[in-house]
């Protein structure tokens, strides 16, 4: 529940003394505090980034304000905040209960009476938020602690903040896409209470089946879905569609205000005239309840992972100079198994189209098969012979990815009963983290490290975790037995076998991007500066100024391959040595508003070109002296990077992924020079 303190974290939060830590999340870091009375507090604070955006502060100032005026039953109050200090917070009345994204995950979904308990609360929640002047934009499960005498809804006031700031404007979204509003996935900033109130929804068919309306393979498939698909509501009790339904109407005047969410499930909650209908003994299981009362008392009850809303952010930058080291790595025991087969329910009809694949692509794009969908497919049709078995299949146009006039696809066989140990091979695995994944995950030999406010090793081949540090790492990349990542201030290097610290430093500038590999650690900070350093050490190599500006995201960062650095300045590509940071070649490629307000996307490949996505042009330039060999004008503009796919013999595959002709390419739009 509540994690020791590291070397990095404050000891003190304006009037408050920091006891540990309660979690993490997109905006920040969570404390537990204790006033000079004794009270306990739970204090968000802000990450650097956002506290260096003077909009945010004007913003969160405000909101905060609104947010001491909130003084609902189901809420927890504010009772002291500093938005003007050098890294935000934000205290709120520490509430010692589990969330309902806990409780579901621990007990499994609650009955129809429960959920209507819940929203009831929820409900009352909303109103005395929206009556404030506030939008909470992040109710999700995670953000909902589950007490007795009801839920309390917690973390407004700061994603708020967050909206109409540079975050919404460089491909940060605000809130999480599995429970926000189609409203919101186009435009946060202009959200009314309305958005609130499907958030509800979808939240409610969380607690009712265990799973999220809408759950792509990543954010971007789970927004897609959102706005092209109906919510998946397998499992969903008949008598909770029309409460759930109506909170999730596309159009947001067509959905209910938080009163009459009250008005609505009142008769169905107090109709019988029992005393103790507002109670969480009263509906939920008895198991939830239990969990309920050991986390008030202070006991854990297994290790309930704390949600990713429950959150702030950052910390203070501390002036450079050498960082402290951070506690040893621990090493943990296995996770538990995947859930199996059998337990899954049988998918849900879809709409009658099935997933874009450009040719060749490894994965295919827009909506498909879900994981649900496949398992219970398995589950129902036999396994075929080895020989026969496919890895995946593309569902044909029709319900579930079926044509009538076909039948079913044939799905994949399910995962294997038999140990590994004993078949001799690999089998599916599954670790929970304890907050979102942030990031690509990298692998290295027999590992794959992942961050999520914590650095983790897991084991390939089992998903045992073989060691996890207190490091945050916005940033990370792993080569030559070292693993490199920031924390934004703060760029060091870990063992990558065993988790221990090999060197640590404070930079001059927020990290947003970091590459590493033949020995050089190349980082991308904002102001437009990239920075070359030795990986064995830290030691500073060389360092550029005025680089693009436009685009502070990871994946439009500096490139390095094969001891070359890629960077967009002056609207120029540019070419570097990686030790020296001397310029080998430049080409002309044009300034952000020439390349179609996109970032300039740059692959490397190890067949001696660079591949370049330029808004609507795709160029191959030699890797040596920057040579132009082909030129290619897409019909629209590229959103992502070149993907090279090798072939027979010296043919190779360029996949360009943007929005491209219905029949295919366009005859006459490559050339060469």
């Known amino acids: 529940m509540v994690d020791q303190l590291t070397q990095h974290d404050p000891r003190r939060i304006g009037p408050f003394e920091v006891l540990g830590r309660l979690g993490a999340g997109g905006m920040g870091l969570v404390y537990l505090a204790r006033s000079a009375s004794g009270r306990r507090v739970a204090i968000k604070t802000v990450r650097t980034e956002l506290a260096e955006d003077q909009l945010f502060r004007v913003r969160f100032t405000r909101e905060v304000e609104a947010a001491r005026a909130v003084s609902g039953f189901y809420t927890a109050a504010v009772v002291d905040a500093d938005p003007r200090a050098a890294v935000p917070w934000l205290a709120t009345a520490y509430v010692p209960a589990p969330s309902l994204e806990e409780i579901v995950n621990d007990c499994g979904p609650m009955p129809a009476q429960a959920v209507r308990w819940l929203a009831a609360g929820v409900a ?253 497919a398995a589950v129902k049709a036999p396994p075929p012979e080895a020989a026969l078995a496919a890895s995946w299949s593309k569902p044909r146009p029709g319900v579930n990815g079926t044509d009538p006039a076909v039948g079913p696809a044939v799905a994949a066989p399910p995962a294997p009963t038999v140990p590994p140990e004993q078949a001799g091979g690999w089998r599916p695995w599954r670790f929970r983290m304890s907050n979102d994944v942030w990031g690509t995950p990298s692998v290295a030999d027999d590992l794959v490290y992942v961050t999520s406010f914590e650095v983790h090793a897991l084991d390939v081949a089992t998903g045992r975790r073989r060691f996890k540090t207190r490091d945050v790492a916005w940033s990370m990349a792993v080569a030559d037995g070292r693993i490199h990542a920031s924390d934004g201030p703060t760029l060091f290097a870990l063992d990558a076998r065993e988790g221990g610290d090999l060197w640590r430093l404070q930079t001059d500038a927020w990290v947003y991007s970091l590459k590493a590999g033949r020995g050089s650690v190349v980082t991308g900070t904002r102001g437009g500066g990239v920075q070359g350093w030795e990986a064995s050490n830290g030691q500073k190599l060389w360092e550029i100024t005025g680089c693009q500006t436009d685009f502070e995201s990871p994946e439009a960062g500096p490139a390095l391959h094969d001891g070359t650095v890629y960077v967009w300045q002056d609207a120029r590509l540019r070419a570097l040595d990686a030790r020296t940071g001397d310029e080998r070649w430049s080409y002309p490629i044009g300034d952000a508003a020439s390349c179609g307000g996109v970032p300039v996307r740059v692959t490397p490949a190890p067949d001696g070109y660079v591949y370049v996505c330029a808004g609507t042009r795709v160029l191959a330039l030699d890797v040596a002296a920057g040579h132009v060999k082909w030129h290619f004008e897409a019909p629209g503009r590229l959103s992502l990077p070149a993907h090279l796919r090798p072939g027979p013999g010296r043919h190779r595959r360029r996949h360009l992924p943007g929005r491209l002709p219905r029949h295919g390419l366009r005859p006459g739009r490559h050339r060469r020079p």
């Open 124 to 376: 009352e929640a909303l109103q005395s938020i929206h009556g404030a002047g506030l939008v909470h934009r992040d109710l999700k499960p995670s953000n909902v602690l589950v007490v007795e005498d009801g839920p309390r809804v917690i973390d407004f006031g700061i994603a708020s903040g967050v909206s109409n700031t540079r975050l919404t404007m460089t491909n940060v979204a605000v809130g999480t896409p599995a429970y926000m509003s189609p409203e919101q996935a186009k435009d946060s900033r202009s959200v009314t209470g309305a958005s609130d109130v499907f958030s509800l929804g979808s939240m409610l068919v969380f607690a009712a089946t265990g799973h999220p309306p809408f759950h792509g393979a990543n954010p971007v498939e789970t927004v897609f879905m959102l706005l092209r698909e109906g919510p998946d509501l397998e499992g969903l009790p008949d008598e909770l569609r029309p409460l759930i339904e109506s909170c999730m109407q596309m159009d947001p005047t067509a959905r209910p205000n938080p009163a009459d969410l009250q008005a609505q499930l009142a008769p169905h909650l107090f109709g019988s005239g029992s005393d103790d209908s507002g109670t969480a003994s009263a509906w939920l299981p008895e198991r939830a309840v239990g969990l309920i009362e050991s986390r008030r008392n202070g006991r854990p009850a297994g290790k309930p992972a704390p949600g990713p809303g429950r959150s702030g952010g950052g910390r203070p930058a501390p002036a450079p100079g050498p960082a402290p080291l951070p506690p040893p790595p621990s090493h943990d025991p296995v996770v538990p198994a995947p859930v199996p087969a059998a337990s899954v329910a049988a998918p849900v009809g879809g709409p009658d189209t099935g997933p874009v694949r450009l040719a060749g692509g490894q994965v295919p794009i827009g909506p498909g098969p879900r994981v649900a969908d496949v398992r219970a």
